[in-house]
């Protein structure tokens, strides 16, 4: 199993400004994946990070709104650009050797004001 | 496209009721099958799966089977207790190796003493 870690859990914004989460995990690991959990919904995928290349995002989410980082197999940043009060979620990263074996992060409660 | 249709919450049983959150799919081929568990102010646990047809995932007293042919992977308990009040997710993965998990919307259980 893989024990992940973000940071920060929860942040409170002002619009027009830029949040960076970050994710570890324990060990190495070949996918990570960003959700967003909107309030009282269910999760939504925002992108696939694979270390060493870009990262790829669904439909609905562009790079330059939420740009990825992955710069080893341990680590990941997401970045929520010029936030808006619309912005305000839970994001979660995953991570696993494959799908069939995801782990998730606590997540990163955020709320743009 | 592939996707998971969960009951609506939200669930109120009592202690030692039996717990049924029903859940199907829409898949080409053969998912894998998740129920996650998401408890209050935290990330998602797996709390079980099933790889193929006929398969019976279990974990802390919680069932579920791979049902083909009603393409269904229905969530039961014998006996809940307070502590499993949480919301629960069904989810899939269609491919194997890297492709990202598909939920369902959850369902929130509450269980009262």
């Known amino acids: 199993s893989a024990v992940i870690s973000q940071k920060p859990s929860r942040d409170i914004c002002q619009r027009g400004t830029s949040l960076t989460i970050q994710c570890q995990v324990d060990?190495?690991?070949?996918?990570m994946f960003w959700y967003r959990q909107q309030p009282g919904q269910s999760l939504t995928l925002i992108a696939t990070?694979?270390?060493?290349?870009?990262?790829?995002?669904e439909s609905g989410f562009v790079i330059d709104k939420f740009p990825i980082s992955r710069p080893n197999l341990t680590f990941s940043t997401l970045t929520v650009s010029n936030m808006s009060p619309e912005d305000s979620s839970i994001y979660l990263c995953?991570?696993?050797?494959?799908?069939?074996?995801?782990?998730f992060g606590p997540g990163t409660r955020l709320t743009v004001t | 496209g592939n996707s998971v249709t969960q009951m609506e919450g939200p669930v109120t049983l009592s202690e030692e009721a039996f717990l049924t959150i029903n859940c199907t799919y829409t898949?080409?081929?053969?998912?894998?099958l998740f129920w996650y568990v998401q408890y209050p102010g935290e990330g998602l646990q797996l709390l079980l799966k099933?790889?193929?047809?006929?398969d019976k995932g279990s974990n802390k007293g919680f069932e579920a089977t791979y049902r083909k042919e009603t393409t269904s992977f229905h969530l039961e308990k014998g006996s809940v207790q307070v502590s499993d009040s949480a919301v629960y997710f069904c989810?899939?993965?269609?491919?194997?190796?890297?492709?990202?998990?598909?939920f369902g919307k959850g369902t929130r259980l509450s269980v009262i003493a």
């Open positions: 898949a080409t081929g053969y998912p894998s």
């Open positions: 989810a899939l993965i269609w491919n194997s190796g890297n492709t990202p998990l598909v």
């Open positions: 060990s190495q690991v070949t996918m």
């Open positions: 990070a694979n270390q060493g290349s870009e990262a790829t995002y």
């Open positions: 995953s991570g696993g050797q494959s799908s069939y074996e995801q782990y």
């Open positions: 099933a790889t193929k047809a006929d």
